[in-house]
């Protein structure tokens, strides 16, 4: 499918926020192909819709540097995109600072980062205008909860990175409810690991919102027979 065609289903089903990146952006060197991806995103998505940009420089092959970074973020804000993540190598925290006072895009990062000590120069020194720790990497949910108040105290947005499980993202909408200020929380379409595990599918409603689950824990129920699939040994582990 093409990015119009992804984009304008998700749409269909009720999604208001896109979050688009990876795959050949930035990875080419057909200097035009990087615009005419956001073009076609924004096309699909509407003028009303957020646009969010991953460039995904934690890839072990990323070749761009400051430069790339500041040029496209220029491009990006034409096409009114909302933040723009992943846009230097994870641990380059001094480009990360420039870019950040360069960009007319707001900067996001921090999924790599684990535990809290990790992330306190990145908000201290100014690098993000929105930080992105992943509940399933940085220690769980309590270290979330003191990263995410952290970057309150600093004047940086939290939204929790939520590329993984099912079990993330009942983990960020919880959080979500108890934090002040989050905008957003990612949703993978069409993830097995998200949809393919619970009893109960997550879904958006018309408005582009997800119910907060309200049973006990983080509210959802593992579907143990759909969740055999992704084991090694299910009849062992699952005795």
């Keep these: ?5 992804v984009i304008s289903h998700y749409k269909k089903i009720g999604f208001k926020a896109f979050k688009i990146g990876w795959g050949p952006f930035g990875r080419t060197n057909d200097k035009s192909l990087d615009r005419n991806i956001i073009a076609a995103a924004r096309d ?3 003028k009303e819709a957020h646009l969010l940009v991953d460039a995904g420089a934690s890839d ?11 040029n496209t973020a220029n491009m990006l ?10 846009a230097l190598r994870p641990d380059d925290i001094e480009d990360f600072k420039v870019l950040r006072k360069e960009s007319p895009v ?6 790599v980062l684990t535990r809290r000590q990790s ?3 990145w908000l201290s020194q100014g690098a993000f205008d929105v930080v992105q720790p992943d509940v399933t990497k940085v220690g769980g949910i309590s270290e979330q909860r003191r990263i995410a108040w ?9 939204v929790g990175h939520g590329w993984n499980t099912a079990m993330g993202l009942a983990a960020d909408l919880q959080m979500a409810a108890a934090l002040p200020n989050v905008d957003f929380v990612e949703f993978i379409g069409g993830s097995q690991y998200i949809d393919g595990i619970t009893t109960t599918p997550f879904s958006v409603d018309a408005e582009g919102y997800l119910d907060i689950p309200q049973k006990p824990g983080l509210g959802i129920e593992l579907d143990i027979e759909k969740l055999k699939k992704y084991t090694i040994n299910p009849e062992r582990l699952f005795k």
């Design 44 to 46: 699909a998505a509407g």
């Design 77 to 86: 804000s034409e096409y009114d995109v909302g933040w723009f993540e992943e």
């Design 60 to 70: 072990a092959y990323w070749k761009n540097g400051l430069k790339w970074a500041i």
């Design 119 to 121: 992330f306190l120069p």
């Design 1 to 5: 499918d093409t990015m119009f065609d």
């Design 106 to 111: 707001p900067i996001a990062g921090g999924e």
């Design 150 to 158: 952290m970057a309150d105290d600093f004047g940086v947005k939290y």
